[in-house]
């Protein structure tokens, strides 16, 4: 009996479920896009092209790892991508040449090479052990001082065999002799060395990226890699397959990594979200449709088929709703994609991975989630009883169950624990507590919501109960104080979409703007140089300006990267590692000093943002563990704290102690800063002159490049706030229709007794507001306490709430909520009220 009336229910009334349909079908859609990254990020590979003739590849690992006991004997390993390429000792290629399999063990290093054309205008190549290329198609291998060409870098530089060619990488620069040409390779231009000028010239001597493995003549690839492992042994990984493209595009671990954490950690998100709005969404239509279960309940159902009936409803619309939502998902995971490849987050070399697992996984949630709604749904109208049950359905109870009300508070209060635990910690600390707060305070509500919706609308319509706004204010009070379980359906969704977007946009918008006064107080040079094209500036272009009349100090800045441990996981951290004199680092970078002094900067020393010393427990004087880029472990000494890093750089490193970790060892800007009374425009015009590859600019060079650096996570943030606030969004237009096309017999009875077609329309109009007024300022209640502890322990300052988003979001809002309740009030108002007051029976 009960699935017949369920399929009964769905196929002569599909009117009643169009609002459950939607909400699961756009929750499946959101799910079904994460899935999608999540999935790619797994199975994410690349193939090798350089690599490719060589079956067996030998590289460091690309992630750092960190083992943590999370409890009684469960040990948990945590991975962190590298923020440099790792490397491996060049003398491990000698161990694996003696394996009795191996034809060759080649190391290969590409690194940056800068070439000056006669017009000088550089041009930029890659550079690498000519033992690693192609065949020739002109001339011989290079010798000392010689270079091999592309035919493509040649045409481009108008050289040939024999000519001299003038090359800048990290080892230095020199004129090449040009010895022969190479096959065009399909990564680029190239520049082929003889091994040990490429050892050299690469900035980190007795390193490679990769050992090249070729097996002699009868050696299968299985062999050859069990061979070279017993070489290796845990010094390296051995590479063989699709995994060697890991080896050849290093991206490809932070790309996996961020695809991971992107779908994983929004993924959740996303899915307790969809939970939350279809649950609300079908305890909603359950509740309209109390009168026709109160009636089964008459005629003799009993509870469990009244449960059984409604939960077989959900689950008919949950499958077809997750197929059909799929393709919606499949559109937002590729858009999500293709934008992250142009932002540079994911490497181009990875395709999105399409299968049916995020679809499964979608269809799974969404026939669970309305399971679970329909059961919690179904336990109101399933404890009707049968004699009384048409006059309880009539009259909706205006008490909530201890239950609930408990389960509420407890919400709310874990939530304000939460943000004031958060007040008194780190920045890292406080910012993973940001969703959990917001999700604390949505169940609150959600649970609470006929209270709060009460007092919230009481506080409100105040001015309406007066008479003062005419009949249509008196008729809006009279009805949200009455149908405060209606008006909580309502606002839920509003409260979501504020939370949320609030929380997001707000936080980046506070840590950007924190980002670009540190930058703005903190950058004092008087001119910067930034490299106009190609990797960087060399390491000597610091010199070539500190040597001009006119300058007082240059400061070559080198940007990285560290990884540090915090809370039992694994970080990552802007680093800068500058060159010449420190302590005449305040001339071009006042970083604002609180304790010791930057002139102690020092071989294995390091100064540190006060706020990121005091999330890593250390002070002035301590030994800090780190990570560098390339997973280096060391434990330089804290010989400064500064206020300004947040934007610049929390972690201060000499250059020296870097420049042999970091992927290309080439400068980011150097700042110069002039001698008193030099002039200005002669000082820029001499930069040029003398570093003609530079772009010359004042300290806003600076800023701009340092606001770069923040695109994708203010991107990213902005792209999560859209679609939770969008959904959320959705969610309440739906919810709105919903609730005013069920007050067609009240709207029916109005008309009626006399009420006019404005004055209903007026009454909706303020309602609209009310419930807008309402879940405006919970919303923003919910954000601001989200955000106060959070901004404070990133940036060290109050939230930055621009007005130029506030504003539009709050007026939003509102237009949402007026215009969803405003149409289904017109098609209302279109039925005569005759036939509007006897309603459906």
Same mark, same amino acid.
């Given at each position: 009996?009960?699935?017949?009336?369920?399929?009964?229910?769905?196929?002569?009334?599909?009117?009643?479920?169009?609002?459950?349909?939607?909400?699961?079908?756009?929750?499946?859609?959101?799910?079904?896009?994460?899935?999608?990254?999540?999935?790619?990020?797994?199975?994410?590979?690349?193939?090798? $092209?350089?690599?490719?003739?060589?079956?067996?590849?030998?590289?460091?690992?690309?992630?750092?790892?960190?083992?943590?006991?999370?409890?009684? @004997?469960?040990?948990?390993?945590?991975?962190?991508?590298?923020?440099?390429?790792?490397?491996?000792?060049?003398?491990?290629?000698?161990?694996?040449?003696?394996?009795?399999? $191996?034809?060759?063990?080649?190391?290969?290093?590409?690194?940056?090479?800068?070439?000056?054309?006669?017009?000088?205008?550089?041009?930029?190549?890659?550079?690498?052990?000519?033992?690693?290329?192609?065949?020739?198609?002109?001339?011989?291998?290079?010798?000392?001082? @010689?270079?091999?060409?592309? #035919?493509?870098?040649?045409?481009?530089?108008?050289?040939?065999?024999?000519?001299?060619?003038?090359? %800048?990488?990290?080892?230095?620069?020199?004129?090449?002799?040009?010895?022969?040409?190479?096959?065009?390779?399909?990564?680029?231009?190239?520049?082929?060395?003889?091994?040990?000028?490429?050892?050299?010239?690469?900035?980190?001597?007795?390193?490679?990226?990769?050992?090249? $493995?070729?097996?002699?003549?009868?050696?299968?690839?299985?062999? +050859?890699?069990?061979?070279?492992?017993?070489?290796?042994?845990?010094?390296?990984?051995?590479?063989?397959?699709?995994?060697?493209?890991?080896?050849?595009?290093?991206?490809?671990?932070?790309?996996?990594?961020?695809?991971?954490?992107?779908?994983?950690?929004?993924?959740?998100?996303?899915?307790?979200?969809?939970?939350? !709005?279809?649950?609300?969404?079908?305890?909603?239509?359950?509740?309209?449709?109390?009168?026709?279960?109160?009636?089964?309940?008459?005629?003799?159902?009993?509870?469990?088929?009244?449960?059984?009936?409604?939960?077989?409803?959900?689950?008919?619309?949950?499958?077809?709703?997750?197929?059909?939502?799929?393709?919606?998902?499949?559109?937002?995971?590729?858009?999500?994609?293709?934008?992250?490849?142009?932002?540079?987050?994911?490497?181009?070399?990875?395709?999105?991975?399409?299968?049916?697992?995020?679809?499964?996984?979608?269809?799974?949630?969404?026939?669970?989630?309305?399971?679970?709604?329909?059961?919690?749904?179904?336990?109101?109208?399933?404890?009707?009883?049968?004699?009384?049950?048409?006059?309880?359905?009539? !009259?909706?109870?205006?008490?909530?169950?201890?239950?609930?009300?408990?389960?509420?508070?407890?919400?709310?209060?874990?939530?304000?624990?939460?943000?004031?635990?958060?007040?008194?910690?780190?920045?890292?600390?406080?910012?993973? %507590?940001?969703?959990?707060?917001?999700?604390?305070?949505?169940?609150?509500?959600?649970?609470?919501?006929?209270?709060?919706?009460?007092?919230?609308?009481?506080? +409100?319509?105040?001015?309406?109960?007066?008479?003062?706004?005419?009949?249509?204010?008196?008729?809006?009070?009279?009805?949200?104080?009455?149908?405060?379980?209606?008006?909580?359906?309502?606002?839920?969704?509003?409260?979501?979409?504020?939370?949320?977007?609030?929380?997001?946009?707000?936080?980046?918008?506070?840590? #950007?703007?924190?980002?670009?006064?540190?930058?703005?107080?903190?950058?004092?040079?008087?001119?910067?140089?930034?490299?106009?094209?190609?990797?960087?500036?060399?390491?000597?272009?610091?010199?070539?300006?500190?040597?001009?009349?006119?300058?007082?100090?240059?400061?070559?800045?080198?940007?990285?990267?560290?990884?540090?441990?915090?809370?039992?996981?694994?970080?990552?951290?802007?680093?800068?590692? !500058?060159?010449?004199?420190?302590?005449? +680092?305040?001339?071009?970078?006042?970083?604002?000093?609180?304790?010791?002094?930057?002139?102690?900067?020092?071989?294995?020393?390091?100064?540190?943002?006060?706020?990121?010393?005091?999330?890593?427990?250390?002070?002035?004087?301590?030994? !800090?563990?780190?990570?560098?880029?390339?997973?280096?472990?060391?434990?330089?000494?804290?010989?400064?704290?500064?206020?300004?890093?947040?934007?610049?750089?929390?972690?201060?490193?000499? #250059?020296?102690?870097?420049?042999?970790?970091?992927?290309?060892?080439?400068?980011?800007?150097?700042?110069?800063?002039?001698?008193?009374?030099?002039?200005?425009?002669?000082?820029?015009?001499?930069?040029?002159?003398?570093?003609?590859?530079?772009?010359?600019?004042?300290?806003?060079?600076?800023?701009?490049?340092?606001?770069?650096?923040?695109?994708?996570?203010?991107?990213?943030?902005?792209?999560?706030?859209?679609?939770?606030?969008?959904?959320?969004?959705?969610?309440?237009?739906?919810?709105?229709?919903?609730?005013?096309?069920?007050?067609?017999? @009240?709207?029916?009875?109005? #008309?009626?007794?006399? %009420?006019?077609?404005?004055?209903?329309?007026?009454?909706?109009?303020?309602?609209?507001?009310?419930?807008?007024?309402?879940?405006?300022?919970?919303?923003?209640?919910?954000?601001?306490?989200?955000?106060?502890?959070?901004?404070?322990?990133?940036?060290?300052?109050?939230?930055?709430?621009?007005?130029?988003?506030?504003?539009?979001?709050?007026?939003?809002?509102?237009? +949402?909520?007026?215009?969803?309740?405003?149409?289904?009030?017109?098609?209302?108002?279109?039925?005569?009220?005759? @036939?509007?007051?006897?309603?459906?029976?």
């Amino acid at each position: 009996m009960s699935n017949g009336l369920a399929r009964a229910a769905v196929r002569f009334r599909p009117a009643s479920f169009v609002g459950s349909f939607v909400a699961l079908l756009l929750g499946a859609a959101v799910l079904a896009g994460c899935g999608a990254l999540l999935q790619t990020g797994i199975l994410a590979k690349a193939d090798p $092209v350089r690599y490719a003739h060589a079956p067996v590849v030998v590289a460091a690992d690309p992630y750092t790892s960190l083992t943590v006991n999370r409890g009684s @004997e469960n040990e948990q390993t945590i991975y962190a991508p590298l923020p440099e390429r790792g490397r491996v000792d060049t003398a491990l290629a000698v161990r694996i040449a003696a394996r009795p399999g $191996v034809a060759s063990a080649v190391p290969d290093a590409s690194f940056p090479v800068q070439q000056q054309a006669a017009k000088q205008q550089s041009r930029s190549l890659t550079g690498g052990n000519i033992a690693a290329a192609g065949s020739l198609v002109a001339g011989r291998a290079p010798a000392a001082r @010689e270079v091999v060409l592309d #035919r493509q870098a040649a045409g481009q530089a108008g050289v040939k065999t024999g000519d001299r060619i003038r090359l %800048t990488a990290p080892g230095g620069t020199g004129t090449y002799t040009v010895s022969g040409l190479a096959a065009p390779s399909p990564l680029g231009t190239q520049a082929w060395f003889a091994a040990p000028t490429a050892d050299r010239l690469s900035g980190h001597p007795g390193k490679a990226d990769a050992i090249l $493995v070729t097996p002699k003549p009868g050696t299968a690839a299985d062999a +050859l890699a069990a061979q070279v492992e017993q070489a290796v042994g845990d010094k390296a990984q051995v590479l063989t397959g699709a995994d060697r493209g890991g080896a050849e595009f290093p991206a490809l671990a932070a790309g996996k990594t961020y695809l991971l954490g992107l779908g994983g950690s929004f993924g959740g998100i996303a899915a307790m979200t969809a939970v939350f !709005v279809v649950m609300g969404t079908l305890a909603l239509a359950t509740n309209q449709r109390a009168r026709e279960f109160a009636l089964l309940r008459a005629i003799g159902a009993t509870p469990k088929q009244i449960r059984r009936t409604i939960a077989t409803e959900a689950m008919l619309l949950a499958p077809a709703a997750g197929l059909l939502g799929a393709i919606p998902g499949y559109a937002l995971a590729r858009w999500w994609f293709d934008e992250l490849v142009e932002r540079g987050a994911v490497p181009p070399q990875i395709s999105l991975e399409t299968g049916v697992l995020p679809v499964v996984a979608a269809v799974l949630i969404s026939v669970l989630s309305a399971l679970g709604a329909g059961r919690l749904a179904a336990r109101k109208p399933s404890k009707l009883r049968p004699g009384l049950a048409l006059g309880e359905a009539a !009259v909706p109870s205006a008490t909530l169950g201890k239950v609930r009300v408990g389960f509420g508070i407890g919400f709310c209060a874990g939530g304000a624990a939460m943000a004031a635990v958060a007040s008194q910690l780190g920045g890292d600390a406080a910012a993973v %507590t940001a969703l959990g707060v917001v999700m604390c305070f949505l169940v609150g509500v959600a649970l609470l919501g006929p209270i709060i919706a009460q007092l919230g609308t009481g506080f +409100l319509s105040f001015p309406l109960k007066s008479g003062a706004l005419g009949a249509s204010g008196s008729l809006s009070a009279d009805n949200t104080r009455a149908n405060a379980r209606r008006l909580a359906s309502a606002i839920t969704p509003i409260v979501m979409v504020i939370a949320f977007c609030g929380t997001l946009v707000f936080m980046q918008s506070s840590i #950007r703007e924190a980002s670009a006064r540190n930058v703005s107080e903190a950058v004092v040079a008087d001119r910067v140089l930034t490299a106009g094209s190609g990797a960087g500036l060399p390491a000597e272009t610091a010199g070539y300006a500190a040597a001009l009349p006119g300058v007082e100090s240059a400061t070559g800045i080198l940007r990285t990267g560290v990884v540090y441990e915090s809370m039992q996981n694994l970080a990552t951290a802007p680093a800068l590692g !500058v060159s010449g004199n420190p302590a005449a +680092l305040p001339k071009v970078l006042d970083l604002g000093l609180t304790s010791g002094s930057f002139g102690a900067l020092a071989k294995n020393t390091v100064a540190l943002d006060a706020r990121f010393a005091e999330n890593l427990g250390v002070r002035t004087g301590d030994r !800090v563990p780190l990570r560098l880029g390339d997973g280096t472990k060391v434990t330089p000494k804290v010989v400064a704290t500064y206020d300004r890093g947040l934007g610049v750089g929390l972690v201060l490193f000499p #250059r020296a102690d870097v420049v042999a970790h970091v992927t290309a060892p080439y400068d980011t800007q150097v700042l110069v800063a002039a001698k008193a009374g030099a002039e200005q425009g002669a000082l820029a015009k001499d930069l040029q002159r003398f570093v003609p590859s530079a772009a010359v600019s004042d300290a806003a060079g600076y800023g701009v490049q340092a606001d770069l650096a923040q695109e994708l996570g203010a991107w990213a943030n902005t792209v999560m706030a859209a679609v939770l606030g969008g959904f959320a969004a959705v969610a309440a237009v739906n919810t709105l229709v919903m609730t005013v096309l069920e007050r067609r017999r @009240e709207v029916g009875l109005l #008309r009626l007794s006399g %009420t006019t077609r404005r004055q209903v329309r007026g009454m909706m109009r303020w309602e609209a507001l009310l419930v807008a007024g309402t879940g405006l300022i919970l919303g923003s209640a919910i954000a601001g306490i989200t955000l106060l502890p959070i901004a404070r322990g990133v940036t060290g300052s109050g939230p930055h709430i621009p007005m130029a988003v506030a504003v539009p979001l709050a007026v939003g809002t509102v237009l +949402l909520t007026v215009v969803a309740t405003a149409f289904p009030t017109r098609a209302l108002l279109r039925v005569r009220p005759l @036939e509007a007051g006897a309603g459906r029976q």
